[in-house]
């Protein structure tokens, strides 16, 4: 097992709160670390799993009689967002006995998008994110190259050879399509117009996202596809980055960049077998903007907030790192080990008064220049710099 950054924050909040929810993307591991954190539980454990229709009718009869005779023990719901109400029911049942871990709930959508998630405990619970596999987290045997083709997905990412990661990925992507959409949701999809979806929004990484375009090529409307891109950023396999533009009187671009955030994903839906044909294809620097991109997403603070920025004037700058209403960094994404800078990105750090910034390449020795940017590779970056934001 990979030992998972996230174990130790939910081992202290399952000392404080009483319950913890753990969300994140079907596969990437949720249900082995509830294994792990409830192993050395001295309570006994329920372990409720709502893909089995057994588990689901305990609850869907009368959830709140059947969950006050286990107040002593730590219940597991699995895959809670099959049954929404539940949240409103476990509000009453924690308040009359209120104690840390009684609940830890997993489920594969945003609490924005299950109902009654975001109020009904407010207080009573916390949210996690277990996404794939970072950077940080990676076993001493597997290079940073092959995370980048593979992806952090743990089947993927450990699998012997890629043929291998390759029929996982393609079974990965048909369960989706065809049955985990519409079973995290309860709402019913069409795969071919999702299949083909998934394809253009690889062709699509890390540019402007036009949903018009976009719906045209798919021939729907811009109102089906801004439905479809919600739920899939609600099952965290896209994000959506905002134009930055706080208090700012140029003219910007202020449609949002689309990013599949597992790279490992864009890799087999653009048929890229190989570190030798990802570093040969047109897609390389796409894909490695993403790649950065979704690995500060990972391990960046609550605190802090991504952005782009893009003016009709060409100032561009890849990330935007905010807290609040703070500009803290500007950062630069380039898949070169010597790369130059363009006017535009200089005038970013103009517009946006930023005095800590930085450029995300290939360099083996982090290094500054004549005008005070930081060049550093993306190791350094997550582990040494983005702590101290």
């Known amino acids: 097992m990979i030992l998972r950054d996230l174990q130790a924050k939910i081992q202290k909040y399952l000392k404080i ?12 591991g949720k249900t082995t670390l509830v294994k792990a954190l409830t192993k050395g539980q001295k309570r006994k454990v329920l372990y409720l799993d709502l893909e089995k229709e057994a588990d689901v009718r305990l609850l869907k009869k ?27 029911l476990l509000r009453p049942l924690i308040d009359e006995k209120r104690k840390p871990s009684r609940f830890i709930l997993t489920g594969s959508a945003s609490p924005e998008l299950m109902k009654g998630a975001s109020e009904s405990l407010a207080g009573r619970i916390i949210y996690t994110y277990l996404f794939p596999i970072n950077i940080s987290e990676l076993p001493a045997n597997i290079s940073l190259r092959q995370h980048w083709l593979r992806g952090g997905f743990p089947v993927s990412l450990i699998a012997r050879n890629k043929e291998v990661a390759d029929v996982w990925f393609d079974s990965f992507i048909t369960a989706y399509i065809e049955r985990d959409l519409s079973f995290i949701f309860d709402f019913q999809f069409s ?29 729907v409307s811009a109102t089906t596809v801004r439905r479809y891109l919600d739920y899939l950023e609600g099952a965290f396999i896209i994000h959506r980055l905002p134009p930055y533009h706080v208090n700012m009187k ?36 796409a894909s490695w903007e993403g790649y950065v991109m979704s690995q500060i997403y990972y391990a960046k603070s609550e605190k802090l907030t991504l952005y782009f920025y893009r003016t009709h004037d ?28 363009t006017k535009g990105f200089y005038q970013s750090i103009t517009d ?18 004549k005008d005070g940017i930081h060049f550093t590779n993306l190791q350094t970056f997550i582990q040494d710099i983005l702590p101290s934001i």
């Open 352 to 369: 946006l008064k930023s005095t800590n910034n930085f450029v995300i390449c290939q360099t083996d020795h982090p290094y500054k220049n």
């Open 62 to 88: 009368d959830a709140q009689e059947f969950l006050s005779h286990y107040a002593d023990e730590v219940v597991v719901i699995d895959e809670v967002q099959r049954i929404p109400k539940l949240f409103v």
């Open 191 to 219: 795969a071919p117009l999702m299949k083909r979806m998934w394809g253009m929004l690889a062709h699509l990484q890390s540019q402007l996202l036009n949903i018009e375009d976009l719906g045209r090529s798919l021939d």
């Open 17 to 28: 709160f009483p319950a913890v929810a753990i969300l994140g993307p079907r596969q990437v």
């Open 314 to 341: 060409n100032a561009e700058c890849d990330l935007v790192i905010t807290k609040g209403h703070l500009v803290k960094a500007c950062v630069e994404i380039k898949y070169s080990r010597a790369p130059s800078l």
């Open 250 to 285: 140029k003219r910007l671009v202020k449609t949002p960049k689309i990013y599949i955030l597992d790279s490992g994903l864009v890799h087999r839906l653009l048929n890229i077998d190989s570190t030798k044909e990802l570093i040969s294809s047109p897609y390389v620097g």
